[in-house]
C-alpha cells in the first residue's frame, strides 16, 4: 500500500507564492511519475504538473506554464510543486498522485493524496 501525504497549502494573496510537498511511504516511489492535480468547486480535477521518475520528463497545463514547477527528490521520496505568481484562479483543492506508469502526464492514477487547500486572495 502507498500512502501519499501532501502539506505546504494556506491562504495567500495574489502575487505571492507556496511550495506544496508530498511525501510518499510504502512501495517504491522512484520509477514511477508522480504528479499534482488540482479541483476547485463545481470543475472537475485537473492534472496541474506531472514529473517522470528521473525529473527529466516533466508536464504542466498550459495555464501554469512558467509560473508554477514540479520538482522530486527520490530520496526523500518527496515530490513538490514550487507555485509562483499565483492568481485567484488558482484556488483549489490539489492534490498529490503517483501514476500507474512512467509517463509524466500521468494518465492512470494508482494512488491518492489526501489534498490540500491552496486559496488565492484578490
Known amino acids: 500500500q502507498v500512502q501519499l501525504v501532501e502539506s505546504g497549502g494556506g491562504l495567500v494573496q495574489a502575487g505571492d507564492s507556496l511550495r506544496l510537498s508530498c511525501t510518499a511511504s510504502?512501495?517504491?516511489?522512484?520509477?514511477?511519475?508522480m504528479g499534482w492535480f488540482r479541483q476547485a468547486p463545481g470543475k472537475e480535477r485537473e492534472l496541474v504538473a506531472g514529473?517522470?521518475?528521473?525529473?527529466?520528463?516533466?508536464y504542466y497545463a498550459d495555464s501554469v506554464k512558467g509560473r508554477f514547477t514540479i520538482s522530486r527528490d527520490n530520496a526523500k521520496n518527496t515530490v513538490y510543486l514550487q507555485m509562483n505568481s499565483l492568481q485567484p484562479e488558482d484556488t483549489a483543492i490539489y492534490y498529490c498522485?503517483?501514476?500507474?506508469?512512467?509517463?509524466?502526464?500521468?494518465?492512470?492514477?494508482?494512488?491518492w493524496g489526501q489534498g490540500t487547500q491552496v486559496t488565492v486572495s484578490t
Open positions: 498522485a503517483r501514476g500507474a506508469e512512467f509517463d509524466p502526464r500521468i494518465r492512470v492514477v494508482a494512488y
Open positions: 510504502g512501495r517504491s516511489f522512484s520509477t514511477i511519475a
Open positions: 514529473t517522470s521518475w528521473s525529473g527529466g520528463s516533466t
